[in-house]
């Protein structure tokens, strides 16, 4: 009878051997501290940290480090934390999708060029989510997420506000002469009240459900809030579970499976998701080797209730969907309508039908039954014609009903410089039935595509009651955003789409039942008009000039072609 030899850990490939190499390694890491047996072949864990001072949602994350060390001693592993790019939303310009794939590279990279046999993704602010755990699909090591956490509720003047959400409102009512700047300005501190992200709906809570949601992270993680101790507890609990999931050899590929990315997408339409969340999970999916297209988005959430009443499509925060119950409660109630896969694995090596086994709801005004949901249809739709031929979204549970059927002549914005310039002529040619149509604010156009997508309306109409018109672009617009917004037209302006061809007055019919996105002009004119379209001039140079030539369009997900796919875990050759 033989015995098979246990396969050599991947970091042993750095520590475990008697070579120069090795030598220098293990002695150079002896610097820091670490005894012998640190090298005996026990799981080295790394936790790739997103902290920065620039990035306030993150904050907090030398904590959660510190308690994920915890976990990884506990369970008999070795810790190294090690530092990527970290993208904050808030701060970064033109915008920090500009710098997901680019984050995405770094992470791959840190991972496949370090001796590490499992690693911890610390992911909050928007794009550090899915900048990380793409990095992370394409070398496929054990891995799982641990979340920041929202932020506490905003109250401003004894009313709950919704970071995000509330900034859109208050600002359109300084411009409609209903709230002064100094209330505006007041406002400020009122939103942001602790470390943490968004306590709204957008797109990081959502992107943290869709961890959750895709079985990479320990149950619960979507929800807690950043302060909360038991954030920490999670963080500590999921420093455990990583060494047991470098023992069972369990990598990304395991769980994210085609079954996960179809309870992210149910899941996503069932909590009032962020539009972003269908860019970010194409990508990961992409990374991974997993089909997913626009089609699978409408197909699969179409029909979904959104049953989370938070803002923007609701009135509650991410405070009150914790103590309700959070993600498992949903999942739960998906699971009891057939509308999830509950044999799906996740990290803990549990299925999701086991993990949520147990859910509870305490509040049902804010995770409400599937049979009294806040919108019956609350999932992304996903819109085509010749004006998006390769796809559009909205989120209908943000929008105005009566507009999501609506025909009328548009305003034309070429690009977010010639919007700001025209938006405040009260001169402007605008009505309540006019579409608004921002152009080259797409991946190209931007570049980056921008959370720009929302534009405000002209004061003029806001000074008439008007609040919301129907608005299309190539552009993105931030989850805590609400409104009749049709985002991520495809193939967008500066890429030749026909959003490039739109003129001042042509007629523009959304119809969101049928799924329809039409721009009523003669083939014959669409093709005089491209005789004497022009492409936008190529970035001068740097990163900005490979990403202009390699992203691809937001049907797939925005990332660099030579991104695409899963590269492995193979121990790159000897540095000495």
Known sequence: MTTESPKKRRSQHWFGGTSKDNFIHRSWMKSEGLPDDSFDGRPVIGICNTWSELTPCNQHFRQIAERVKHGVLQAGGIAVEFPVSSLGETLMRPTAMLYRNLASMDVEEAIRAHPLDGVVLLAGCDKTTPATLMGAASVDLPTLVVSGGAMLNGNYRGEPIGSGTHVWKFSEAVNAGKMTLPQFMQAESCMSRSAGVCMTMGTASTMASMVEALGVSLPTNAAIPAVDSRRLELAQRSGRMIVDMVERDMRLSHVLTREAFENAIRVCGAIGGSTNAVIHLIAIAGRMGVPLSLDDWDRLGRDIPTIVNLMPSGEYLMEDFYYAGGLPVVMKRL???????????????????????????????????????????????VLRGNLAPQGAVIKPSAATARLLQHRGKAVVF??????????????????????????????????????VGNMGLPPKLLQQGITDMVRISDARMSGTAFGTVVLHVAPEAAAGGPLALVQDGDEIELDVAGRGLHLHVSDAELARRRLAWVAPPEPASGYVRLYHRHVLQADQGADLDFLVGCRGDAVPRDSH
């Not at 799906?344 to 049979?371: G, S, Y």
Request: charged share 25%; hydrophobic share 35%; proline share 6%.
């Open 335 to 381: 699971l009891e309508a057939g509308l999830l896969h509950g044999d799906a694995i996740t990290v803990n090596n549990r299925t999701q039908a086991q993990n949520i086994e147990h859910a509870e709801c305490f509040n049902d005004k804010v995770i409400r039954p599937l049979d009294k949901p806040l919108v019956e249809q609350g999932g992304l739709a």
């Open 414 to 451: 070429e690009n977010i410089e010639h919007y700001k310039e025209r938006i405040m002529d009260p001169d402007l040619d605008i009505d309540a039935n006019s579409v608004m149509v921002l152009k080259n604010c797409g991946p190209k156009g931007y570049p980056g595509m921008a959370e």
